[in-house]
Nanobody, 124 residues
Framework: VQLQASGGGLVQAGGSLRLSCAASGRIFNDGAVGWFRQAPGKEREFVATISRSGMHKYYRDSVKGRFTISRDNAKNTVYLRMSSLEPQDTAVYYC??????????????????WGQGTQVTVSS
């Protein structure tokens, strides 16, 4: 089973986008969901993650205060609201479900069910 990420696009620096990640209910409601990104020529990196209940959220330092992760379990969807976007935010964004109790670390090894990603391009 894979997740479906959407909502990417081209935006000017300082702009905003909201990404969505959807999947089957059983997959989502079982645990945490994370967002990761991969810029050209770079390794995939952690962006944000949210617990099953939505009460606990963790972010990489560079997006704190600009990005907000949330979830709607009734709609089986996790969102990533991105504001004050910067050119260095340009990347393919992926979502994935947690498969271990250490999901809060933001390590890729603790996640699976990776989707195809959605491209975010921020122009200067």
């Amino acid at each position: 089973v894979q997740l479906q990420a959407s909502g990417g696009g081209l935006v000017q620096a300082g702009g905003s986008l909201r990404l969505s990640c959807a999947a089957s209910g059983r997959i989502f409601n079982d645990g945490a969901v994370g967002w990761f990104r991969q810029a050209p020529g770079k390794e995939r990196e952690f962006v944000a993650t949210i617990s099953r209940s939505g009460m606990h959220k963790y972010y990489r330092d560079s997006v704190k205060g600009r990005f907000t992760i949330s979830r709607d379990n009734a709609k089986n969807t996790v969102y990533l609201r991105m504001s004050s976007l910067e050119p260095q935010d340009t990347a393919v964004y992926y979502c994935a479900t947690a498969r271990s109790l250490a999901w809060y670390r933001g390590s890729q090894v603790d996640y699976d069910n990776w989707g195809q990603g959605t491209q975010v391009t921020v122009s200067s």
